[in-house]
């Protein structure tokens, strides 16, 4: 029987790309793997068919022999004898990453190592502005696991040491031989670590670290906003058996603040000014976020929502000398709770008003009737 084009079983035209042949035949192999299917023997057979078609199109050489002689090229001696290519034995790599999460070969994932990394840690930590605004040196108390003192760190017993794992010789995986397949996996008995503890700590109980709470001083610099993320290496959860510890986020929230309110460096406050000290003008004192007091001068006919900038006032900038500025918007007060001799005077006033006394309402009242007027001609 003859045998099929290699082009027609990997699935691809015969001037296909590498990775078009790559692609296509993880994907054929992905489905077809003995693993996958077993006792399936026609699954067999097609997973060593797609196997012999890669092998000669993945190497350069062959491939070129390939299209200019078809199959006859490897006859009489010249057979598909030789190593497998680099794309070939990458491609199956692959294949066995995803059907294992493992490797194949050469390929070698780093071993899982007995001294483990600790975790990383979270803590949230609520400050005032005015904690931000000058900076502090917090503490903070958190449970969290630390070295064991009892075994320093290793999880065996006072006195003796955690032996090389005799399934794996110390390597932390275990290696299958699957046909012409070297496939590894995690050694089943010392879970990758390539140690075994045959006296654990009785403290620990061979873990190598136990949960106690610790107290850290954490220094928040000036100008942190809502949301800033601290890191503090090596302070978060201790390594199993003696590995490196995690590191620990320190994360900022700021408490809301009765007067302030912050964008960026910048600050905001609403000052309620009188109807009459925005009609005639004047001045106000205020208290800025470091706690001195600042004169703001008010200008006759002063409208409510009028801003009045107080530059370099505001918060400082994280890590520079720079200062953003505080604005103080004027919300104008109207009269409540009147004597009767207030409303005599108002009405007085009223009556004395005119167009130019409020020259925004009245604009706005001629311009709506102008424009309700056009609609109806």
Not at 66 to 78: C, K, L, M, P, Q
Not at 86 to 93: E, H, K, T, Y
Not at 160 to 170: A, R, V
Request: hydrophobic share 30%; aromatic share 8%.
């Amino acid at each position: 029987m003859s045998k099929r084009d290699f082009y027609e079983i990997l699935g691809v035209v015969k001037g296909a790309s590498e990775a078009d042949m790559k692609s296509a035949f993880r994907k054929a192999a992905m489905h077809c793997h003995p693993d996958r299917n077993p006792g399936d023997k026609a699954a067999e057979s097609r997973f060593k068919e797609l196997n012999e078609a890669y092998q000669c199109l993945s190497d350069a050489q062959k491939r070129a022999a390939y299209d200019r002689f078809g199959h006859a090229a490897f006859e009489n001696g010249g057979g598909m004898g030789g190593g497998m290519g680099d794309g070939f034995a990458s491609s199956m790599s692959d294949i066995f990453d995803d059907l294992f999460g493992e490797v194949m070969g050469g390929r070698r994932n780093q071993r899982t190592s007995g001294r483990e990394r600790g975790s990383d840690l979270r803590y949230n930590l609520e400050i005032s502005l005015e904690e931000a605004f000058r900076g502090k040196t917090a503490t903070v108390r958190l449970p969290t696991s630390v070295a064991c003192d009892a075994c320093g760190g290793s999880g065996a017993k006072a006195g003796s040491k955690p032996k090389p794992c005799g399934t794996c010789g110390g390597q932390g995986r275990v290696r299958a031989q699957q046909g012409f397949f070297a496939i590894e996996r995690t050694c089943p008995t010392c879970g990758g670590r390539g140690e075994i503890i045959e006296n654990p700590c009785s403290v620990c109980s061979g873990a190598g670290r136990i949960t106690k709470e610790r107290s850290l001083s954490v220094n928040i610099p000036a100008g942190v906003e809502d949301g800033t993320r601290i890191r503090l290496a090596g302070e978060g959860e201790a390594g199993l058996r003696g590995g490196p510890s995690g590191d620990l986020y320190i994360f900022l929230a700021l408490k809301p603040h009765p007067f302030f309110q912050r964008d960026g460096a910048d600050l905001f406050c609403r000052v309620p000014i009188s109807m009459v000290q925005a009609a005639l003008g004047g001045e106000f004192s205020v208290h800025t976020v470091d706690g001195s007091e600042t004169r703001v001068k008010v200008p006759e006919g002063t409208q409510s929502g009028k801003q009045f900038k107080l530059k370099g006032k505001g918060m400082p900038v994280l890590r520079t000398r720079d200062r953003g500025d505080l604005y103080i918007q004027a919300n104008v007060e109207t009269p409540q709770s009147l004597t009767r001799r207030q409303r005599e005077l108002l009405a007085e006033f009223d009556a004395e008003s005119s167009n130019k006394t409020h020259p925004e309402s009245a604009g706005f009242f001629a311009k709506m009737k102008d424009f309700f007027d056009n609609l109806s001609t």
